[in-house]
């Protein structure tokens, strides 16, 4: 079945640490990929997509994630985490032929100080 | 206005009552969407616009689910005879463009509870 997977429900990081976030999808094709943040009370927020081209692809807020065909994964990483990071992270896609988002469970992130 | 708006922010509904929700896009978005987050769960597609064009529906859950957008600016989504399973977050996004390569902008959505 097509899917897109985030095996970590919860993960708890020390401030300054650095952060990795899975995200494994299950399609046909590649999909448009993509992670969302969403902090408590606000809105999903856009950190970065692939459609195409470089497989190392940087976002907002110090963000970047790869794409690697092999795996069908699209990881989510952050070299030193501040508290203000700490929210629901969400990998979304858009599978070949359709025109709206599919998202993963969410991986909610801790971080203390 | 600066951003998707959504009202109410919460909604409290007894089981068997009809509900509103109501989404103003960004102005000139094309491109609308709405999606239903149950608790600890992802998004999940209900509804997609284009202008006034309701292009897909294929995510809406029940024949009680309906939505508009009659003059391709603000959309609402009804849901009537509210059972307790449509307890969840309602969040509205839009788009200026048609397609996927156009940016999406999440409201904060409405949390309706059904009791």
């Known amino acids: 079945a097509q899917s897109v997977t985030q095996p970590d429900i919860h993960i708890t990081v020390s401030e300054g640490a650095s952060l990795e976030l899975r995200c494994n999808y299950s399609y046909g094709a590649t999909p448009y990929l993509f992670w969302y943040v969403q902090s408590p009370g606000q809105g999903l927020q856009l950190l970065l997509k692939y459609f195409s081209g470089d497989t190392l692809v940087q976002g907002i807020k110090g963000f970047e994630a790869e794409f690697k065909r092999s795996q069908s994964s699209f990881n989510l990483r952050k070299p030193s985490v501040h508290w203000s990071d700490a929210a629901e992270y969400f990998c979304a896609v858009v599978p070949t032929g359709a025109n709206n988002l599919f998202f993963g469970t969410g991986t909610r992130l801790t971080v203390i100080p | ?115």
């Open chain 2, 1 to 115: 206005g600066a951003g998707v708006s959504q009202s109410p922010r919460y909604k409290v509904a007894k089981r068997g009552q009809d509900v509103a929700l109501r989404c103003d896009p960004i102005s000139g978005h094309v491109s609308l969407f709405w999606y239903q987050q149950a608790l600890g769960q992802g998004p999940e597609f209900l509804t997609y616009f284009q202008n006034e064009a309701q292009l897909d529906k294929s995510g809406l859950p029940s024949d009680r689910f309906f939505a508009e957008r009659p003059e391709g600016s603000v959309s609402t989504l009804k849901i009537q005879r509210t059972q307790q399973e449509d307890s969840a977050v309602y969040l509205c996004a839009s788009s200026g463009g048609t397609g996927v390569f156009s940016p999406l902008h999440f409201g904060n959505g409405t949390r309706l509870t059904v009791t």
